[in-house]
């Protein structure tokens, strides 16, 4: 699923690249908010919804009429506290058919707006979780090497943190690219992605074990073999949110808002309750 997903995607964004990241954003919002209103539509009772926000609208009309009047204002606001809670019922079923499409896109998203790429020059840290530390029963002696191409510049060998199996080198990319590094560590490897670019493109921080969750979370990358040397890669690339009038915003947040207020404005036109 991870494979055809992350497939689709980037042929999407393939299309897209040459738009400026918020105007992508954008795109997707108006698309997911489009989705949400058919998915409501197909699997909340829409007769019931339209009920419940009429009833709501009676209690407010009625606490305001009725202000004067603590026994009636205490009455409306009971009646509306109850159908706020069936309105919260009928909305649970919508939502949970949405839960894992919207966790799937969102994750999909992060690859692409989550994180800023390394630039030329600019050094990161490359951190790997061995399964057992070197010298440990069964494990080689030797420490764990990384292979990199010509325009990836490693400044150290791999340093060990005290009291952990954890080990970090330090890299500089000398050209924009798309890169492949290798740890090996006696006569087993594993391989990580590194991206070295400002424009749009798939960037994975993180390559986990095999997991569920983990999988879920961090698509863009086959788990790490099940038996193999390194249960966790990570490497350190920038956050920096979007700009947005001056301010950086979470992509998220951004999503979020431009997909209810699509949601909300296309609402009449799809003729849905919300």
């Known amino acids: 699923m991870n494979a055809v997903l992350v497939s689709t995607s980037d042929l ?4 897209l ?14 698309v997911t908010g ?15 919804m339209a009920a419940t926000k009429r009833a709501m609208q009676a209690g407010l009309f009625e606490i305001r009429l009725f202000n004067d009047d603590l026994r009636a204002v205490l009455r409306a606001l009971g009646e509306l506290l109850r159908q706020n ?35 030329p020059g600019q050094a990161a840290l490359l951190q790997a979780e061995l399964r057992q530390a070197p010298g440990a029963d069964g494990v080689p002696s030797e420490a764990p090497v990384l292979e990199a191409p010509e325009s990836i510049r490693v400044e150290t060998s791999a340093v060990q943190l005290a009291g952990s199996n954890e080990v970090l080198w330090r890299i500089v990319p000398t050209a924009e690219g798309a890169y492949t590094l290798t740890i090996r560590q006696g006569d087993r490897s594993v391989t990580k992605t590194l991206q070295v670019s400002n424009g749009p493109a798939r960037r994975s921080p993180f390559r986990m074990s095999p997991g569920l969750l983990d999988q879920l979370l961090y698509p863009s990358e086959p788990p790490l073999p ?8 990570t490497v350190t690339y920038p956050e920096p949110g979007l700009a947005i009038f001056g301010w950086r915003i979470h992509w998220l947040i951004v999503f979020v808002a431009l997909s209810m207020a699509a949601a909300f404005i296309l609402a009449k036109r799809f003729n849905v309750v919300l």
Request: aromatic share 8%.
């Open 12 to 15: 999407a964004f393939v299309l």
């Open 17 to 30: 690249g040459a738009l400026p990241p918020l105007v992508t954003l954008l795109a997707v919002s108006l």
């Open 34 to 48: 489009a989705a949400m209103l058919l998915v409501v539509a197909r699997t909340s009772n829409q007769s019931r």
């Open 85 to 119: 809670l069936r309105y919260l019922g009928l909305s649970l079923v919508p939502l949970a058919w949405m839960a894992l499409p919207l966790v799937l896109l969102m994750a999909q998203l992060q690859a692409y707006y989550g994180y800023d790429g390394l630039a």
């Open 226 to 233: 099940a038996d193999g040397p390194v249960t966790q890669i």
